[in-house]
């Protein structure tokens, strides 16, 4: 059942009886003893869940006095404030259940950590959801903090860990900021003001249905309205910070304004804080969660741009909290460009980004400069995004606050994502190495998958890619620009003169390698010696030190007024700030006007490239109406003196082995072991797999229609066809829920199986999109529906062979926790429709050649038939 929300007053610490109970987390954390105690609650909760498994497990032996200590006294607490005297016990539990159990992962050397794909719950999507209270582990096991530790052969391998913030947390404790992860901590924080003035600019309606079933049918309007009351907030902090006597009271114009115009201090609410989170905090929707399996299941926005907590450090002028129109714009731009090119090279299944839900406005505004951008009058918004987690790549080096290290650039989905963005010249280099590895009309580079060594090696640019725990789904995309001669449209492109004033602006040892490189001198410079292009390089400086935009951007100038080579003041590098495309520009005049009635992400969405660049001269498939398959592939023939035994190896015999070229030393793997990636490995090895086209119909009477290829025929008398839809998951459900397909079946026990062939492929394949319940398939493809004779969904026209069924059973294939995760459709044919010109009168079958039917392999790839031959069993002939 769906999550129902709760008034504060009702909000439940405990529960001991219930086996799968709803949590809620209170507004105002004064009201249970402190944010600190409510921390030692959800700790306690998941404890007292998981206690009779921690019971029967060998490692929890040498706490099971402990154990025992806390199962006694846990349900003789009469408030929340008496866990604390049970603190050191739930600590000491839940480290050691964390470390031996849940958060355990035997590899703690290779990227991505593919293990910690198991945490993904509560959500139809595979990214990691944020650390919790639940995720607690004795800090020593997580990182050395400079030497205060020293447990690195027990390190947990991974930043997916609770960081407490210290229960006499003074004034600093958060860094809050870019910077050392280990210097933050993460933290439950409540007090968050409701925005009177919010609104929401832009919304990604669609992929907020999928990720939240609970909006599944909600309109457009109502998703909105839903989107206010989960997370347009403003933090304690920043309140204080935007209110008379703040810092940022006059910087918003609000000195002569009362607060409560745009704050209302009445309606509150709580989130997590995360470590290197800064302006960003995690929001469960309607305040609830579950705790299954020992993991936190809830739904997660995670909301950038509410300020900062009232313990952080904000000493630093540009550690505003806030978030601007146009930075937020520019990421929105760059996640959605990113994620098509991923989608278009087809690597969603190794490299993923964080994609929005929705921009906000919070109603606020500058009226002056913005000390972190240097721009003025800007419009303050929140960005909500997917739920996501941080990198922490070592027990004792630097974590800089989720920036990839080296070790995530060199390999896996981080060396994916940037072989990618190199081909396509796109980068969030400080200095783009691209451009040394010159190519005569492209600023895009195309590199083999498993290149090594070159460009796809030199990491010297220093990319600024920010991913999770598991170093394979990245976010926070300001930083990205896109070359001149970038194959991506034009409008995502800068000028070739933004270049070269950026090549002026860089650091010397960045001018310095232009210089040294002849063909790229000669590109920027328009000078063929290195002397003659030193000479241009001074004088160009020196032009660009008299435009006052340029100075303001700049770091420092020296005594004559020549702007020093260095980062710019409020960018991390000149690239970015000098940045012209059109986009950008597009970006900047939005956010100058403060417009947020234009269609962002309509606008965005209808200039992202529709086709992937080919590595080579693209090769264009066969027309449909051309293809013949090759009749027979024949059986070689016994040569003089051979065995006349018929095989399709010439000279086998029965007793002769045939061996794989590839050997026969296996690798063993259960599906726990694989993972989520069970699902990869199985429909790559059980192939080829048939589809097939199933349509259905509500009992509304509308139609729909969807392929699955977990399907066959289970007998002939009575002829019998079955198929397995998987169960969708999402949001706050804890078991998902059903396919449209299977839904309907549900009301009807009826439904029509077709089999797909190459002539249709393209219409058939298109109705496994996302879409809502309701909506028509056939509609939406271009599939043509026809009557059906015994049953009431309709026929496909173009199906060469069409299945009336009925159903006979509904097998619900559950996993170890109980929980439905596909169920198998089972039906008897009662009628067969057969295209006349594939049927054979003659043998009363179906002639494959006309059929040309079409099947799935693994990840996107479909498979036609080739060929065939005749192999007889042993007692029969050919």
Partial sequence: PRMMSRPDNEVMWRELKAPNPTFSLPSDF??????????????????????????????????????????????????????????????????????????NIR??????????????????????????????????????????????????????????????????????????AMNDCDCLEDNFCKLKKASVITADYQLLREDFPELYDKTDVQIEKWLLENCAYMSEGQVGRISKGGDHNCLLGLEAKDIDDYIDSEKKTSAMRLRSGGRAAAFLTNKQYKIINGKLVAGILDVKGVGTHKLADTSHPKVTGLLNYADAIRELIFQRLIQRIIELEGKQHCVRTVKFYAMIDTGLSYKGVNPATGWKNEKCVLSVRQ?????????????????????????????????????????????????LHFTKDSDGVSLPINASGGLIDDLEGVWNLQCDATGSTFMDFTDFYVLPNSPLPKVFRMTESALRDCIYLERKPFVELVLASPKLRERIFEEKTEEGARKKYLSGLAKLSKDPKMIEAAHKVDEKGIIKPNKPKYCMCWFMELDDSDMTNWGMSIAKTHNTR?????????????DPIADVDPQLGPDPKSIKLTQQLLLPRPADGESTHIAYHRGWVPGKQQLPPHGI??????????????????ISCVVPRPIALVSTI????????????????????????????????GGNEKDGYDKDTLKNIKETKQFVVHIMSDWFVDVANHTCGPFLYGEDEFKISGATPIPSKHVKPPRVAESAVQMECELVKLVEIKDDEGIAKSTIVIGNIVCFHVHKGVYDEKTGTVKLESLRPISRMGGNTYAQSAGWFDLPRPDRKV
């Fill in 107 to 180: 590899d703690k050397i290779s990227w991505p950590r593919q293990e910690l794909d198991r945490m993904c719950v509560s959500a139809p999507y595979p990214i990691l959801p944020p650390q919790s209270p639940l995720d607690y582990i004795e800090e020593s096991k997580g990182w050395s903090a400079f030497g205060q530790f020293n447990s690195k052969e027990n390190w947990v391998g991974h930043g997916l860990w609770w960081k407490s913030l210290p229960k006499d947390a003074k004034k600093n404790s958060l860094e809050n900021a870019a910077g050392n």
């Fill in 598 to 610: 234009v269609d962002i992400l309509g606008y965005i969405d209808s200039v992202l490239p529709t």
């Fill in 30 to 103: 004064k009201s249970c003893g402190g944010r600190y105690v409510w921390e030692l609650c959800m700790m306690a909760q998941l404890l007292w869940l998981e206690r009779k498994k921690m019971k029967g497990r060998k490692c929890f032996e040498k706490i099971s006095e402990i154990l025992r200590k806390f199962c006694e006294e846990y349900p003789k607490l009469k408030e929340p404030k008496d866990i604390l005297l049970l603190e050191n016990h739930v600590r000491s539990l839940i480290s050691c259940y964390n470390l031996e159990f849940r958060l």
């Fill in 665 to 682: 030393e296996t690798i063993s793997k259960t599906p726990a072991e694989l993972g989520r990636g069970v699902y990869r490995f199985l």
């Fill in 698 to 729: 509500s009992s509304k009477g509308v139609c729909n229609l969807a392929p699955y290829s977990y399907f066959g025929a289970m007998g002939h008398s009575p002829a019998t066809v079955c198929f397995a839809p998987c169960r969708n998951r």
């Fill in 387 to 435: 739920r996501n987690s941080r990198i922490l790549d070592s027990y004792d080096g630097f974590n800089f606050s989720g920036v990839c290290p080296l070790q995530i650039l060199k390999k896996g989905a981080g060396k994916e994502l940037r072989r990618l963005l190199i081909k396509y010249g796109v980068s969030a280099e400080f200095f783009p190495r691209a451009l």
